[in-house]
Nanobody, 122 residues
Framework: QVQLVESGGGLVQPGGSLRLSCAASGSIFSINLMGWYRQAPGKQRELVAVITSGGNTNYADSVKGRFTISRDKAKNTVYLQMNSLKTEDTAVYYC????????????????WGQGTQVTVSS
């Protein structure tokens, strides 16, 4: 069984910064893509940023230049550094990972974290 556990959410003023972390644990052979998504009230879940096992990244246009995704492969952890936060960044942020479980190589499964609330408000 693989689990993703997020941390780092909270309340911040506009213009402030937060850093989210997501650690994958369990029987893991390898992790391909890792990413962050978010869902605001009344809206669909949307992609924020993704990073490949090789370190290539992709961002939503709305966060380019403000957010940075990174990963520590040795720790099976992905991070999202969020700077210059805006009120419209308020949402529940979800971690996602494409995982090859140790017991089911080479099958790939999609896992989600439980979500962490980010609120940007003065």
């Amino acid at each position: 069984q693989v689990q993703l556990v997020e941390s780092g959410g909270g309340l911040v003023q506009p213009g402030g910064s937060l850093r989210l972390s997501c650690a994958a644990s369990g029987s893991i052979f390898s992790i391909n893509l890792m990413g962050w998504y978010r869902q605001a009230p009344g809206k669909q879940r949307e992609l924020v940023a993704v990073i490949t096992s090789g370190g290539n990244t992709n961002y939503a246009d709305s966060v380019k230049g403000r957010f940075t995704i990174s990963r520590d492969k040795a720790k099976n952890t992905v991070y999202l550094q969020m700077n210059s936060l805006k009120t419209e960044d308020t949402a529940v942020y979800y971690c996602n990972a494409e995982v090859v479980p140790g017991s089911e190589y080479p099958k790939v499964y999609d896992y989600w974290g439980q979500g962490t609330q980010v609120t940007v408000s003065s």
